[in-house]
């Protein structure tokens, strides 16, 4: 009797914290009409942006328990828009982007750590077009309401990751760097 009553015990335990679990890592929820993902490039030295409509984001983010706090981050490329149709285009061919076989870039954090003043460093693993970069950049939070906003810069060398092959491949023509820009709006970040 007092086996099954430990037993019963044990197991209740078990499930409270289980749920307490739960709710402290709940994911919140992408508000995509208030999000958005855009680059720049820079063409012959002028500055050109372009941008992504559709992206999806699985958050478990809690600033008082970073450690336990992950963000992955999915763009469907083919989802791009930029100012010249015939470039928006060439950037789906296989010396771009290759939509046909590399739909989708990916980023899954590995570290958050916090910097201070709502300031954070998100470490991670960015995949474009199969080709994986470790990756480090600063993001700031902010709040409006009941809504998060992530946002942040991040540069990368696009012929690290196979963009712009070929003729393409001149820095002179199209620059190396490229700067991602981003803001993300969440719901169910608990207050910082």
């Given at each position: 009797?007092?086996?099954?009553?430990?037993?019963?015990?044990?197991?209740?335990?078990?499930?409270?914290?289980?749920?307490?679990?739960?709710?402290?890592?709940?994911?919140?929820?992408?508000?995509?009409?208030?999000?958005?993902?855009?680059?720049?490039?820079?063409?012959?030295?002028?500055?050109?942006?372009?941008?992504?409509?559709?992206?999806?984001?699985?958050?478990?983010?809690?600033?008082?328990?970073?450690?336990?706090?992950?963000?992955?981050?999915?763009?469907?490329?083919?989802?791009?828009?930029?100012?010249?149709?015939?470039?928006?285009?060439?950037?789906?061919?296989?010396?771009?982007?290759?939509?046909?076989?590399?739909?989708?870039?990916?980023?899954?954090?590995?570290?958050?750590?916090?910097?201070?003043?709502?300031?954070?460093?998100?470490?991670?693993?960015?995949?474009?077009?199969?080709?994986?970069?470790?990756?480090?950049?600063?993001?700031?939070?902010?709040?409006?309401?009941?809504?998060?906003?992530?946002?942040?810069?991040?540069?990368?060398?696009?012929?690290?990751f196979g963009i712009g092959?070929?003729?393409?491949?001149?820095?002179?023509?199209?620059?190396?760097?490229?700067?991602?820009?981003?803001?993300?709006?969440?719901?169910?970040?608990?207050?910082?």
């Amino acid at each position: 009797m007092q086996m099954q009553m430990r037993r019963s015990a044990v197991a209740m335990i078990v499930l409270v914290l289980s749920g307490a679990a739960s709710v402290v890592l709940a994911e919140q929820t992408l508000i995509a009409d208030k999000s958005e993902v855009v680059f720049v490039s820079s063409q012959m030295g002028v500055p050109v942006d372009g941008s992504f409509s559709k992206f999806q984001a699985q958050v478990n983010l809690d600033p008082t328990r970073l450690q336990s706090s992950s963000v992955s981050f999915t763009v469907d490329v083919s989802s791009v828009d930029f100012p010249s149709d015939d470039v928006q285009k060439e950037l789906a061919k296989p010396d771009w982007f290759d939509t046909a076989h590399f739909p989708k870039a990916e980023f899954k954090s590995s570290r958050i750590r916090d910097l201070g003043g709502g300031r954070y460093e998100i470490s991670g693993t960015l995949t474009i077009k199969g080709r994986a970069r470790e990756v480090t950049f600063p993001i700031s939070l902010s709040r409006s309401g009941t809504i998060t906003f992530a946002t942040g810069t991040l540069t990368i060398k696009r012929l690290q990751f196979g963009i712009g092959q070929g003729e393409w491949g001149d820095t002179s023509l199209v620059a190396d760097d490229v700067q991602i820009k981003f803001k993300i709006a969440l719901s169910g970040v608990p207050p910082m």
